[in-house]
């Protein structure tokens, strides 16, 4: 049995992270974000993708250490 | 078509990064594969949230969610349906009435339950379609996810075909049920946080929820069928009649098609979904896992959003949306073309990743329940039964298993060539499987509340229910079919305004002649089985075991009430 709450954590942090820091570099190119109503969704959707993934390992840390 | 979708490096990475995980999953769970039970059953050691993740997720395959967000397009809201009415009653009556009996029986199997209750003959015909079945539905969903990948973004088809199975392979070969299990637990949370960018940026897109309902009003009541401008936008307040929704069916062909006999074939039945609760860690979790898999599953229609826009977006030449494929509409291509639209760089490799976690999903999920349906329902049964070495037996087992799986995908690219080859075998299959559920629910739902039912009561159910799909089939199809694959092809005798109430109202016959025989001939033959065999089996000759010692949030009745509460709420509020 493996916890599947830590891959899960640590694949969203990743990819999280991935995007977020995309998202800061792309933050002023215009052109890049014509398609997405100019919204910087990289850096949206790397946020609460990174934060998913903590939460998910955090929660893993818990429930551990109560055993 | 397959200009701009350029991927950026960004792209490839989100993908990577991905498969590294999922392969990394079976490689952390090969050592744990030591005999059979491991890898055909994942050792019964689920907790009930990753039982009930996985019981959804192996629904929301690449077919799957290509066509719901397809649906969103062509019927609106009323999709909607096909996650409430059509599933969640019947992921209760699962979990609250039926599971006790599946899993307390320590059959392995749905064919192997039916062995039990009833014998060999209804078990061997159960197993050998649903194994046929089985392989040929992966085989179709991974053609689909193939053409798909070949069409948008100009990958070559049989390599794309090729690479994606042979990942699927590498981990549920390595990993069996349990890397298949957890791998969907993962995949579920992609495909959720792949769809939403989507969902966010088309609801802002039109303008949100006021919005949307003001841009979708004049384009839908000026469609030629004349429906009310709310249509896209609601459930059930336009169907009193069928003329008035784009399902061409009237609410009583809703409730009894797709919210009795297809719900309750697909998920009381149906051993892909039962043996993610098969594998869950005790009683009270099996229970317990497609009611919590309930919750998340009502949220789903949420991701549909986009489809139900793109009916605005399509009807509005300004747009330049459109689904068109070589001229003639393609609901399927809906999602790609979404993702096309709004989708920069970064969030369009995480899209892309959800509908290849989709895929994987859907597969895996396949190949898994086949392998166990093959080496415990034939193999082990038919072809070399168990000795009395049982240590030696498992490691037999185990190697068996794992070539089934290896035949499993190969099959499945062999059915994914030949669907390239005839391409309107794909719904035709769609229509099949369902004929061989609808049958089936009738037989095990007697069987389990119904002490009486014999076992040429059952096979005699199956087989005339299968036969009333079959002729209905031939006997009717949908309004502007052009091949036989959609029906009519002994002699029309009645024409549905769409496939979709061709579908329910052929599982409403099956089902009922099932049952119908299936009573007849349970009365006219004699009951072989003595109750004490049928102890565990059935409702009326077991003893009920309250839990107890459950937390008040981990007994089955007050979750399914919870469930049947925000279903309530939720239906009444998109009425």
């Known amino acids: 049995m493996i916890d599947i709450r830590i891959p899960i954590g640590l694949l969203f942090s990743i990819l999280g992270a991935l995007l977020l820091c995309y998202g800061v570099v792309t933050m002023n190119t215009q052109s890049l974000y014509q398609k997405s109503l100019g919204i910087d969704v990289n850096l949206w959707a790397g946020a609460w993708m990174l934060l998913f993934g903590l939460a998910m390992l955090a929660l893993s840390q818990k429930a551990n250490s109560q055993k | ?575």
Not at chain 2, 42 to 49: E, F, H, I, L, Q
Not at chain 2, 53 to 63: C, H, P, Y
Not at chain 2, 284 to 307: D, E, F, Q, S, Y
Not at chain 2, 494 to 520: D, G, K, M, R
């Open chain 2, 1 to 575: 078509m397959s200009d701009g979708f350029q991927l950026a490096w960004i792209d490839y990475a989100m993908m990577l990064v991905y498969f590294t995980f999922v392969i990394g999953i079976g490689w952390a769970l090969r050592r744990q594969m030591s005999d059979a039970t491991a890898f055909l059953e994942a050792g019964r050691s689920m907790p009930a949230w990753v039982a009930g993740i996985a019981f959804i997720s192996t629904s929301l395959g690449a077919l799957e969610v290509m066509g719901m967000i397809g649906c969103g397009a062509k019927y609106g809201m009323l999709t909607f349906h096909f996650y409430w009415i059509g599933a969640i009653p019947a992921m209760l009556f699962l979990g609250v009435f039926m599971m006790p009996f599946y899993y307390g029986s320590k059959a392995r199997s749905v064919p192997e339950y039916l062995k039990l209750r009833f014998d060999e003959k209804t078990r061997a015909l159960n197993a050998v379609l649903f194994s046929v079945m089985t392989i040929l539905v992966s085989g179709i969903s991974m053609y689909a996810i193939a053409i798909l990948t070949e069409q948008l973004l100009g990958w070559n088809f049989y390599v794309s075909l090729f690479a994606s199975a042979a990942i699927v392979l590498i981990y549920t070969y390595l990993g069996g049920l349990s890397s298949a299990i957890h791998n969907e637990v993962l995949q579920f949370f992609i495909v959720i946080a792949g769809l939403l960018p989507l969902v966010f940026l088309s609801l802002h897109d039109v303008g949100g929820w006021a919005g949307m309902k003001e841009r979708l009003g004049p384009v839908v009541s000026s469609l030629p069928e004349h429906f009310a401008a709310d249509t896209w936008l609601t459930t059930w307040r336009h169907t009193g009649r069928a003329a008035q929704n784009p399902m061409g069916i009237e609410w009583y062909g809703i409730v009894l098609g797709l919210g009795f006999v297809l719900s309750f074939g697909y998920w009381c039945t149906d051993f892909l979904v039962i043996q993610r609760a098969l594998a869950a860690r005790s009683a009270l979790a099996a229970r317990n896992t497609p009611l919590i898999a309930a919750i998340p599953k009502m949220l789903v229609p949420l991701l549909i959003i986009p489809g139900v826009i793109s009916v605005w977006l399509m009807h509005t030449p300004a747009e330049h949306f459109s689904i068109l494929d070589r001229g003639v509409t393609n609901y399927d291509l809906t999602i790609i073309m979404l993702m096309r639209r709004y989708l920069p760089p970064g969030v369009l490799g995480l899209g892309l990743t959800a509908l290849l976690a989709s895929f994987m999903s859907g597969m895996a999920g396949n190949i898994s329940a086949f392998n166990t349906v093959w080496t415990y329902d034939l193999y082990q049964a038919y072809l070399r039964p168990p000795s009395s070495d049982a240590k030696l037996d498992q490691t037999h087992y185990l190697r068996v298993a794992r070539l089934a799986t290896v035949f499993g995908v190969l099959a499945s690219i062999c059915t994914a060539g030949v669907a390239a080859e005839f391409r309107n075998i794909t719904d035709f299959m769609q229509t099949i499987f369902s004929m061989v559920n609808a049958p089936l629910f009738a037989v095990i739902f007697l069987g389990m509340f119904w002490r009486r039912t014999t076992g040429h009561g059952a096979f005699a159910g199956l087989v005339s229910g299968l036969t009333t799909a079959v002729l209905h089939h031939g006997l009717t199809e949908p309004a502007g079919s052009v091949t036989m694959f959609k029906g009519g092809w002994l002699h029309v005798v009645h024409t549905y305004p769409v496939e979709l109430s061709q579908n329910f109202w052929c599982a409403i016959f099956s089902c009922s002649t099932s049952a119908a025989v299936a009573i007849a001939v349970s009365l006219l033959t004699r009951q072989r089985k003595p109750n004490e065999e049928l102890v565990g089996l059935v409702y009326s000759l077991t003893p009920r075991t309250a839990a107890t010692n459950a937390q008040w949030y981990e007994r089955p009745a007050v979750l399914a009430l919870l469930v049947a509460v925000m279903g309530t709420v939720l239906s009444l509020a998109f009425w």
